[in-house]
T-cell receptor
Framework: DTGVSQDPRHKITKRGQNVTFRCDPI?????LYWYRQTLGQGPEFLTY????????KSRLLSDRFSAERPKGSFSTLEIQRTEQGDSAMYLC?????????????FGQGTRLTVV | KQEVTQIPAALSVPEGENLVLNCSFT??????LQWFRQDPGKGLTSLLL?????REQTSGRLNASLDKSSGRSTLYIAASQPGDSATYLC??????????????FGKGTHLIIQP
């Protein structure tokens, strides 16, 4: 499969626990995005990497959230001390070089449920 | 700040009808506009990408148009089928400074095609 891959697909965790999600972008895509989607809403931008550099962070990304892309390939999104309000679908997307001309390709998402 | 609005929020039509979904955006400084399809609990599938210099794109029974100056796009679905039932999301990729901003999404149109 040469698409964007996210792991796990589903995660149920107790409030207060830490969780980490992984995203493997399409190879040769230097740009990687994380989005969050709650029920009935469109995805909301969280953060953006170009290669290993994190260039943009949304105000939605509180201190409990951290994202990394250590070698410019896969990325991880960690949420510390999860809260019920963190329950959402977390989507990863990647784009090829060429600024924004070629669109974004999304993975299947990780659905987080905080109980 | 870019805002994307999709009308209608929901639509239910009999099979075989042609239909139009509408998207409007407030800031015309965009690289591209994408239409996505999302099935319940799934990730996003890109349907059509229109670069800012283009007026329309076609794929099978789908046709998307872009009027950047007025901040509008339409997605036309011909001869609708029950398998077209899904949520359709419109997203624009803007820019500021030297790079792409990532996608800003509308809330989507929830489409049901009745057999």
């Amino acid at each position: 499969d040469t698409g964007v891959s996210q792991d796990p697909r589903h995660k149920i965790t107790k409030r207060g626990q830490n969780v980490t999600f992984r995203c493997d972008p399409i190879s040769e895509h230097n740009r990687l995005y994380w989005y969050r989607q709650t029920l009935g809403q469109g995805p909301e931008f969280l953060t953006y990497f170009q290669n290993e550099a994190q260039l943009e962070k949304s105000r939605l990304l509180s201190d409990r959230f951290s994202a990394e892309r250590p070698k410019g390939s896969f990325s991880t999104l960690e949420i510390q001390r999860t809260e019920q309000g963190d329950s959402a679908m977390y989507l990863c997307a990647s784009s090829p070089p060429g600024q924004g001309w070629f669109g974004a390709f999304f993975g299947q998402g990780t659905r987080l449920t905080v109980v | 700040k870019q805002e994307v609005t999709q009308i209608p929020a929901a639509l239910s039509v009999p099979e075989g009808e042609n239909l139009v979904l509408n998207c409007s955006f407030t800031d015309s400084a965009i690289y591209n506009l994408q239409w996505f399809r999302q099935d319940p609990g799934k990730g996003l599938t890109s349907l059509l990408l229109i670069q800012s210099s283009q007026r329309e794109q076609t794929s099978g029974r789908l046709n998307a148009s872009l009027d950047k100056s007025s901040g509008r796009s339409t997605l036309y679905i011909a001869a609708s089928q029950p398998g077209d039932s899904a949520t359709y999301l419109c997203a624009v990729e803007g820019y500021s400074g030297g790079g792409a901003d990532g996608l800003t999404f509308g809330k989507g149109t929830h489409l049901i095609i009745q057999p």
